[in-house]
């Protein structure tokens, strides 16, 4: 059993691009899809698929590269709040990531979504995890 599964979602995908695997196949569940549309709409991922199984689902991510030298889009995936420490922030003290160039996704009051539209909303939440 995995008791923080938003860090069993990050350490799939970090392990994946290490192995340079093209695809990588994750447990669903509605906040896991909901953070994989956000990595897709900011172009970390190159697709991702859907699928139903008896179960709970499972979420097939393609994982994206550069064509010359194949490193991986995304440098790092970080963790921030976590179920030992709860990480939460107000609009106006969301830190920025790698001076501007990631994001943070948040978990709000209006859905889960990046650091730069809850700022515009004027909404804070809980900080799930750093992307760049």
Excluded: W
């Excluded at 991922?45 to 139903?52: A, R, S, V």
């Amino acid at each position: 059993m995995v008791t923080d599964p938003i860090a069993d979602y990050l350490t799939r995908i970090r392990n994946a691009q290490m192995a340079s695997h093209r695809i990588v196949e994750i447990p669903a569940s509605n906040l896991k899809k909901r953070i994989t549309e956000i990595l897709y709409t900011q172009g970390y991922i190159l697709k991702y698929k859907f699928e139903d199984d008896s179960k709970q689902g499972v979420i097939k991510i393609a994982l994206k590269y550069d064509p010359q030298s194949k490193v991986p889009a995304i440098e790092s995936l970080e963790r921030v709040s976590r179920p030992g420490l709860r990480t939460y922030s107000k609009p106006n003290e969301f830190k920025r990531v790698k001076n501007g160039l990631g994001i943070s996704i948040i978990s709000t009051s209006k859905g889960v979504m990046t650091d730069k539209e809850a700022k515009a909303q004027n909404v804070g939440g809980e900080v799930l995890c750093n992307v760049y």
